[in-house]
């Protein structure tokens, strides 16, 4: 990922994850959470939980109101480089709707972009529907789509020009 991005992430990055299948993005933040970082947190809203070893995890179930899941996803020691997966995005639009899910993503992702922390959001295709992925995009840092065994960027803020749109086939 680092080579397909150009030099990989950098502080502040919201990544957004599109897959068909949320299960499908483990393997990635399984990944970034088992990197160096002064801290890693794994939010879990419901559903599955990605268990890394090392790595604060916390389940709500049910889920928080947007008020509780931010001051957890803010606190104050969210600063530089720490590392946060929040699973889903989906459970976010079943819980809340669509439109707050966005419009929480929209007040917490730049907030968590100031503070140098770097977030992966998972979403699907099926359950998040496009207009939600579409809307979240717009914000996020960076989109990689996984789709038949490939990840495609499709989007990389601050990236060269050649890394939009750029493909890779997954081993």
Known sequence: MDELLGGGLAAGD?????ADRVGEVGPFATSFLGQQAPLHRSIHLAGDVL????VE???????PTPEELQAHLLGPEVGPGARIVVWSLDELVSGWGADMAVEFYTRTCPRLFERGAIAYWGATRGLC???VIDAVARIAQCVFDLRAGHVRVRKAEGRPLPVQGAVAELA
Do not use: E, K, Q
């Open 57 to 63: 995890t916390r389940v709500f179930d049910p889920i």
């Open 129 to 131: 529907g496009a207009a």
């Open 51 to 54: 268990s890394v070893p090392g």
């Open 14 to 18: 919201n990544v957004l994850w599109v």
